[in-house]
């Protein structure tokens, strides 16, 4: 028997993880990321665990554990995880690279069409700045959807070639940027020769312009939260989109009133995105055990996903014939409602329950197919 504790936020859990598909008896016990704890390993002692970004995997997590031997993420991001512990222990870890790249992509250009319609005519006559940092799943498919638009595109991303897209200095996106969206892993000091952490501060801050749409979806401590703060009480006009918060799940009433548009962590919130990180992790699991020993999981890595997906009727293509299109597609106004109704004033935030709940409810958006 293997057991499995699996985040219950992580889609089609078990069209995955069932013993048909897996030919292997499982136990697979759901709760909540955040309750994924020591104690709950203690009274489980599972084989594997199957995440999402609110647990976190470290030696607080482990060390008291002998029976874990497989933690699978279905995120992009492994800010949450130790890789360099897990890796010590021989634990066999994997993440969802690249799984909501689209979703990331689409929803910042929800949100740079939502606050600049005039851009859907951008021309040489008329040029549209976006500068990108982080070039790699996510930034350089928003480039892909930028320079179909149009658009011109500065990126900067200093562990990529130079490229078309990768094209620019850090300094050069924060001055001549008419949009700028961060899409970098989270790194620290010593774990990064170029850490992101507090990348975006008041000198980053200070050198873009006031008219510079700056849009964060990649972690919220990227950008430094009282800096922020301190840079739109001196100047109220500046346009900020942030899906990610510095302290979330608390988002403060005073940043949120001062954003253009925020968001409680859902610009990879697609059925695409998150079934794509599902089918990924299972794959590897798949891999990892059958590796391990044929006779545990004797089954090839199965595309499911294809099962599991509705028709899919939206087009890039069709979506730039008819811009008007856009909000009935993905009214990401709503979403920025929802966040703000979650508005504890007596609290002067939005609680952590509050914004979870509000992922854990969220009505999942499909993609639109960037290719016919
Ligand atoms: N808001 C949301 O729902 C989601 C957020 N994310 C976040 O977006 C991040 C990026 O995602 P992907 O593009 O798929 O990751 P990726 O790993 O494919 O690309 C990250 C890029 O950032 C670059 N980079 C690292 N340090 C840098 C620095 N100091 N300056 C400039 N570039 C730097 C890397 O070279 C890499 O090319 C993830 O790490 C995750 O934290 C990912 C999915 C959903
Ligand atoms: O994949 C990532 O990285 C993300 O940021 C996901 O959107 C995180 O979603 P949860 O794991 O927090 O549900």
Aim: net charge negative.
């Amino acid at each position: 028997m293997l057991t499995i504790i699996a985040d219950s936020n992580i889609a089609h859990l078990h069209d995955y993880f069932n013993e048909e598909i897996l030919k292997h008896p499982i136990n697979v016990i759901e709760m909540a990321g955040r309750d994924i704890t020591p104690e709950a390993l203690e009274q489980h002692q599972p084989d594997a665990l199957l995440i999402r970004s609110v647990t976190p995997v470290d030696a607080k997590l482990l060390d008291k554990n002998q029976s874990v031997k497989f933690v699978g993420s279905a995120t992009i991001g492994t800010d949450h995880v130790n890789e360099g512990y897990v890796s010590l222990r021989g634990i066999r870890f994997a993440n969802a690279a690249g799984c909501s790249k689209h979703s990331v992509a689409q929803y910042v250009l929800s949100a740079i069409l939502q606050l600049r319609p005039d851009y859907w005519s951008a021309n040489e006559d008329k040029p549209v700045k976006v500068g990108i940092i982080g070039l790699g799943n996510i930034g350089s498919t928003l480039a892909r959807y930028a320079l179909d638009l149009g658009w011109e595109v500065l990126g900067y991303d200093p562990f990529q070639s130079a490229s078309i897209i990768n094209n620019a200095s850090l300094d050069q996106v924060l001055t001549e940027s008419d949009v700028i969206s961060l899409h970098v892993p989270l790194t620290m000091l010593g774990h990064s020769e170029l850490p992101t952490y507090h990348m975006i501060d008041a000198a980053a801050l200070a050198k873009i312009p006031q008219q510079t749409l700056l849009i964060n979806t990649a972690r919220g401590p990227v950008v430094s939260e009282a800096d922020l703060l301190a840079e739109l009480d001196k100047s109220p006009q500046r346009q900020v989109v942030l899906d990610v918060f510095e302290h979330e799940p608390q988002v403060p009433a005073q940043l949120l009133k001062k954003l253009a548009i925020a968001t409680p962590h859902i610009a990879g919130y697609t059925l695409e995105g998150k079934l794509r990180g599902t089918q990924i992790i299972f794959d590897t699991f798949v891999r990892s055990y059958g590796e391990k020993g044929a006779d545990i999981l004797t089954i090839k890595e199965q595309d499911l996903m294809a099962d599991l997906l509705p028709d899919n009727p939206y087009h890039w293509q069709d979506l730039k014939q008819a811009p008007e299109k856009l909000v009935e597609f993905y009214d990401i106004k709503a979403d920025d409602s929802l966040l703000r109704e979650a508005l504890d004033e007596s609290a002067s935030a939005v609680e952590g329950q509050a914004f979870d709940a509000l992922r854990k409810n969220y009505a999942l958006r499909r993609e639109w197919l960037f290719e016919r």
